[in-house]
């Protein structure tokens, strides 16, 4: 193996030569894995959801498990030049996942993606490989333990080590904080190739700068997450509003509320008021045949309307009385739109699934495969009614060819020892919005919509909005000084600790691979 990677490094050296075909066939032959090594069938490691960046990997790796991944990160840390991309589902926006001419980790490949449940002081876990998808942990939760994991993101076509590396969030948050709150337990493969456990006692550092880490200290392998028993059924919920103070007012009310007397998920959206398919009213209707009375508007409704979604779980086995009592309770206090209610009643996995039939359909008219600009942002409480006037209502008042989520979140369930960063104001509410924006072929280029995403960041910025990018994207150091402020330095000093040749997760564009001296 040594005089393979001497060999190795002065392949890849000769890149710049124009030798690049005899280093391929080096990786493909030499790598001493369990797994594969693809050096062939490798385009797909070149792109992501988000269809606006390319790159060219020199190999993909199909590791079998931990160990194969610990030999992958060895041989770039002693290389000259090879950074190391872990690729979950492919899901993120800019290129975060990729690795040009370097190794991206298919962590997908593993078929061992077993799913151990433990015990530990009286509570549930589940061990699971970092790859593996959350629709997949569901499904064996519920139907092998009939448990399942308390806090969710809305699409579960996802990995869990790659939501962990960000945050993961949905309309459980506000209960149980983001995903990454509800992991006691890591394996890491750190940038020198080291197979770690970690978690609040047991290398702590590593821990908490894995969880919202974006990747840069170590790759995901094993996560025990929190189980809670699961409920059969949700009722699902959906009211309109016109006015946002009265819509933010609500949910803000919603999530502060003691568990046990609330909603069990509370979400919001921004839409258009009109018939357009994608952007207006057909976006809240929970069924083919639900119908809007337009004419309870009131007579002040503007262009842009807004919907609090919500949700009930229950069982089987309770009376629908008990369940319409409490839904109506809750409903009782809120100030939406009279005769402005969509419901249904499902299954907690439907529930659940419920994004995977928008996939199902869009993959069957082509919007999935096209390309996604994206725009996700957490904003304080103090900015939120300014940046729907300035954004939603001026901005975009027209809609983005998707979703325009708006919900607020709890700062005290979110653990400020982890990676992931929020907006600098303490105050205990603040709100994500994500602009989840699909291409159409009649609606405007790939270029002007992330025009006008820049253009809402630096509107923002310019009107002293206190906000940070989730799943941040940027181009220089610089830019990722700003996102991370007073953080930065205690993350420099943890890149430096676990991955000192800046190997891991180059597509993130934060440090430059260092080159062996």
Not at 32 to 47: E, H, N, P, R, Y
Not at 178 to 188: A, G, K, R, T, Y
Not at 373 to 386: E, G, H, K, M, T
Request: with cysteine; net charge negative.
């Amino acid at each position: 193996m040594i005089a393979y990677l001497e060999r190795f490094i002065q392949e890849s050296d000769s890149e710049s030569r124009g030798e690049q075909d005899v280093v391929v066939p080096s990786i493909c032959q030499s790598l001493d894995l369990q797994g594969s090594v693809d050096c062939v069938s490798i385009g797909f490691a070149g792109k992501d959801f988000g269809g606006m960046y390319s790159s060219k990997p020199m190999a993909v790796i199909r590791p079998l498990g931990a160990e194969d991944v610990s030999r992958v990160v060895k041989v770039a840390f002693r290389s000259g030049n090879l950074a190391v991309a872990a690729r979950g589902n492919g899901h993120s926006i800019n290129g975060q996942a990729m690795a040009d001419h370097g190794l991206v980790v298919d962590m997908r490949s593993t078929q061992d993606s077993c799913f151990k449940l433990v015990t530990v002081n009286g509570e549930s876990f589940v061990d699971v490989w970092g790859g593996a998808l959350w629709e997949d942990v569901l499904l064996c939760c519920v139907s092998d333990f009939n448990l399942a994991p308390r806090s969710w993101t809305d699409y579960l076509g996802l990995t869990v080590g790659g939501t962990l590396s960000n945050a993961g969030v949905s309309g459980q948050t506000f209960r149980y904080g983001p995903q990454l709150s509800n992991v006691s337990e890591l394996d890491v493969v750190t940038g020198k190739g080291e197979i770690l456990t970690c978690s609040e006692s047991e290398n702590p550092e590593l821990f908490f700068g894995a969880l919202g880490g974006l990747g840069q200290f170590g790759i995901i392998t094993r996560a025990r997450v929190g189980l809670q028993s699961a409920p059969e059924m949700v009722r699902w919920i959906k009211v309109v509003y016109a006015d946002f103070q009265e819509f933010t007012k609500d949910a803000e009310w919603l999530v502060t509320q003691p568990e046990g007397e609330s909603f069990d998920y509370v979400e919001g959206f921004v839409f258009v008021n009109s018939y357009d398919p994608v952007n207006g009213w057909p976006s809240v209707h929970l069924e083919s045949d639900q119908v809007s009375n337009h004419r309870r508007l009131p007579k002040t409704a503007g262009s842009i309307l807004y919907c609090l979604e919500v949700a009930l779980h229950y069982q089987t086995t309770d009376h629908s009385a008990t369940v319409d009592t409490v839904a109506n309770r809750l409903l009782g206090r809120l100030r939406f739109i009279e005769d402005m209610k969509f419901q249904v009643d499902v299954s907690y996995v439907d529930f659940l699934l419920r994004v995977k039939r928008t996939e199902e359909e869009a993959r069957a008219n082509g919007v999935w495969d096209s390309p996604h600009p994206w725009l996700n942002l957490f904003v304080s409480q103090r900015d939120i009614a300014r940046f729907d006037l300035e954004v939603f209502k001026r901005m975009l008042k027209d809609g983005v060819g998707g979703p325009m989520l708006v919900y607020p979140l709890l700062r005290s369930k979110w653990d400020n020892r982890t990676s992931a960063v929020l907006p600098e104001e303490e105050s205990e509410i603040f709100y994500i919005v994500a602009l989840l924006r699909f291409i159409s072929p009649d609606g405007p280029s790939v270029e002007q919509l992330v025009s006008q995403n820049q253009e809402i960041i630096q509107s923002c910025s310019k009107m002293g909005f206190d906000f940070k990018l989730y799943l941040p994207h940027y181009k220089s150091q610089e830019e990722w000084k700003r996102h991370f402020g007073n953080r930065w330095s205690g993350f420099v000093d943890k890149k430096a600790t676990f991955d000192p040749m800046n190997i891991l997760a180059p597509g993130q564009k934060i440090f430059k691979r260092i080159p062996q001296s």
